[in-house]
């Protein structure tokens, strides 16, 4: 187990920690400040169409950036919060093939981000996302550089045909849209796909939970559904809020639990029989790992499966 930090209030936080938040509010608001700019940009500012096109340029060629990944490392993002704990229950994590399923999507999935730049999940990992994701102004730019992919069927495969441990969210969109701090929701019974690519490829998957991700911030939990349906047009179905505005809020301990992998037998073609034996088995260990580790962190909201 690896712990950064057990602080009371922010302002003892070490200033380059206070310095870094910035990075977190960036996450939130540069998407809407780069409207703002494009809007003048349309208006005919000079400026701003310079400024659009430089940004839309950096992102479009943005990639995994060490130098970006090392600032992080130094700003010590994880001392922002009460606590932050990475363990592992069956020991060391193997450096390739290696599928880390990550719940809950949260907002911004700190927890996944913040163990990446610490290379948690492996030297060699690749963060896996939402295209909707890497394309968002300012936010898309800062996850390119910390390594995140956009994704899709056959992006993940060329991946994994090459052995990288890999980090993703099954739960998507949809599990953000759900996010609720009355209960820990996962969106994982009809996501199936990276099981039926990790015994196609010989990976092993690791169910792994990030206990307080949901409740960094408030969420607005009317009309579900209705958030949902704009889901399957790639629209954001999640309205969210915290004390400190679009920062996350600070007074929480985020503990992140690897679980025990799983060992899949590797075929080229699983038939939907296989796939969905292992998906049952991965749902069971998810449950599994939380009931056992939600009682050590004194986490009391039940577990809801969609």
């Given amino acids: 187990m690896t712990e950064f930090s057990k602080l009371k209030d922010l302002p003892k936080r070490p200033f380059r920690t206070l310095i870094g938040s910035s990075i977190l509010l960036l996450y939130g608001l540069g998407p809407f400040l780069m409207l703002i700019v494009y809007y003048y940009a349309y208006q005919g500012s000079l400026a701003c169409r310079i400024l659009s096109v430089l940004q839309i340029i950096a992102q479009i060629f943005a990639k995994r950036s060490q130098t970006y990944l090392s600032l992080l490392r130094y700003l010590d993002l994880e001392l922002y919060f009460d606590g932050f ?67 899709n069927p056959e992006s993940l495969q060329q991946i994994m045909k090459k052995g990288n441990n890999i980090a993703l969210l099954p739960g998507g969109f949809e599990e953000a849209t759900i996010s609720s701090r009355k209960e820990n929701r996962i969106f994982i019974k009809s996501r199936k796909g990276f099981i039926k690519y990790a015994i196609r490829y010989g990976y092993k998957v690791y169910p ?36 400190l505005g679009m920062l996350p809020e600070f007074n929480h301990e985020i503990h992140t639990v690897v679980g025990k992998p799983m060992d899949l037998p590797q075929m080229e073609n699983p038939s939907q029989d296989i796939v969905e034996k292992y998906h049952t088995q991965y749902i069971e260990q998810l449950q599994a790992l939380y009931e056992k580790y939600s009682k050590i962190y004194n986490v009391k909201e039940e577990l809801k499966l969609y």
């Fill in 85 to 151: 704990t990475f363990e592992t229950v069956d020991g060391p994590i193997n450096q390739e093939k290696s599928l880390f399923a990550v719940h809950p999507h949260g907002i911004f999935s700190l927890g996944m981000f913040l163990n990446n730049h610490r290379d948690h999940f492996g030297k060699n990992a690749v963060v896996c996302g939402s295209r909707m994701v890497t394309i968002a102004p300012i936010m898309g730019l800062l996850h390119k550089l910390g390594g995140m992919v956009s994704v």
């Fill in 208 to 243: 792994t939970f990030v206990f307080n991700e949901n409740r960094i911030y408030n969420y607005f939990d009317k009309f579900e559904n209705f958030r949902l349906f704009l889901n399957k047009f790639k629209l954001v179905g999640v309205i969210f809020w915290s004390k």
